[in-house]
């Protein structure tokens, strides 16, 4: 029992009395402390940690590194406000970022404190650079909930419902899913219906594009839809921008997901796995679009904060040092052969995919893909919860188990998260509810 004898119960009494039920819980607890792979909650319970806080500790909770990085900054100064007294931290931070983009060209950095703020800021410099104002998404797609990212999110409950008008000038296209019938041709072709029926391509400024959907359901895009789109982008005078906010920091065994294609896009967005717990962003490109607006255009009052550059700059080491690239592989690996053999013994498993350590397992009633079963994931989240394991869902039609393990993690303790999966789905389907 945690010294403050409070319960997970009576936390979630006073969380209702003083929180908007829009925000929401994916479990009923209230952690006490966490440590790598680990969290114990007010009452002492221990979880295997197969969240990451979606995908940001991808360095693991309380890296000592980070740590130290952090606590080293505090006494210094927590915050100047970069755009009135800067500080080298920050310039450090940009200038690696740059170096760790691809693209053989001239880039800059800058930093926002959260992902949404990122993707808002990649719209303006888009728009200013192109003088454009049109914008392309894609169906499924997540890039945030402030109202221009909310209006590129591609998915109307429960980020939209009750919002609107949504902003102008956004259109979505399909994104390619072979097992929700969508090939990389039809994709292709719905953008140039938007082209033929609702946008001039030469009024849009900007495709956004998540190299594997996270909301949508951890589906890896296709390299050949990414070069299409590079193409397509080039032939257009339209601006590539990435969004790797959950893709990034070496979740999908490589700094960034873009990588995997060999596509190098105008600007990619980040945040997440990038402060390791800390709150921060960045937009990172082309030199020549990041400059094209006045001084003054860009910033925010905590933006870039030090001790969030601190600890990015920490992440950055720990993942170099301790090759988390190479260990999002072989984690990636590890699960996804473990689900694809639970789905030799059980059907309602549909597919397993991924990209690294982002692993994703969807379910379908009695294998039929036209029949999703969110019970199914549902029910394993929260069973595994009771068994001390975290899950999380996704999908369109939230049937798919998302698993973002911090990279940290040990064979033993992975193999563990995933033994209680299994046996929870054996018992599901005992009771016929899989």
């Known amino acids: 029992m945690s010294a403050t004898t409070q319960t997970n119960a009576a936390l979630m009494s006073r969380r209702a009395e003083a929180i908007p039920r829009a925000i929401g819980n994916a479990h009923a607890i209230f952690a006490e ?6 969290i114990w909650d007010v009452e002492g319970k221990r979880y295997i940690d197969f969240c990451a806080g979606i995908a940001v500790v991808n360095t693991g909770h309380c ?8 606590q080293a900054q505090l006494p210094q100064f927590t915050h100047t406000c970069f755009q009135v007294v800067a500080y080298e931290s920050y310039v450090r931070l940009a200038e690696r970022l740059c170096e760790l983009a691809p693209g053989n060209f001239a880039k800059k950095a800058f ?5 949404a703020e990122a993707v808002e800021n990649a719209i303006k410099l888009a728009r200013a650079y192109t003088g454009r104002s049109a914008l392309i998404a894609f169906n499924g797609a997540f890039h945030g909930r402030t109202m221009y990212s909310l209006a590129l999110t591609g998915k109307v409950d429960p980020y939209k419902t009750g919002f609107g008008p949504m902003a102008p000038e956004v259109y979505h296209a399909p994104f390619p899913s072979p097992i929700h019938g969508i090939s990389v041709e039809d994709a292709i072709a719905g953008i140039e219906k938007l082209f033929k029926n609702d946008v001039d391509p030469g009024r849009v400024a900007a495709i956004f594009v998540e190299p594997v959907q996270g909301e949508g359901g951890y589906i890896p895009a296709a390299p050949e839809f990414l070069r299409h789109l590079r193409a397509l982008c080039d032939r257009h005078g339209i601006l590539l921008v990435v969004d790797e906010i959950q893709t990034g920091v070496a979740r999908t065994g490589k700094m960034f997901a873009i990588e995997h294609s060999g596509v190098v896009p105008d600007l990619i967005t980040m945040a997440k796995g990038l402060g390791g717990g800390m709150p921060i962003s960045a937009v990172v490109g082309r030199a020549d679009v990041m400059d094209h607006s006045n001084p003054g255009a860009l910033g925010s009052t ?11 700059l920490a992440v950055l080491d720990v993942v ?11 984690i990636g690996e590890r699960m996804r052969a473990f689900f694809r053999d639970l789905a030799g013994q059980h059907k309602s498993i549909g597919d397993v995919r991924g990209l690294g350590a982002m692993t994703a397992v969807e379910f379908f009633h009695g294998g039929d893909r036209s029949k999703p079963a969110p019970e199914i994931a549902n029910a394993l989240k929260t069973e595994a919860a009771k068994r001390g394991l975290l899950l999380l869902t996704c999908g369109n039609n939230g049937n798919v188990l998302r698993l973002m393990v911090p990279l940290v993690i040990s064979d033993a303790v992975l193999d563990e998260g995933l033994r209680i999966i299994g046996e929870l789905l054996g018992e599901l389907v005992a009771q016929g509810k899989a």
């Open 33 to 38: 402390k966490a440590l790598g792979s680990l």
């Open 63 to 70: 890296h000592p590194r980070i740590v130290e990085a952090v």
């Open 111 to 115: 930093f926002m404190t959260t992902g």
């Open 302 to 312: 905590y933006a870039g904060n030090p001790l969030a550059c601190a600890a990015a």
């Open 320 to 330: 170099a040092e301790e090759k988390l690239c190479e260990r999002s592989l072989a």
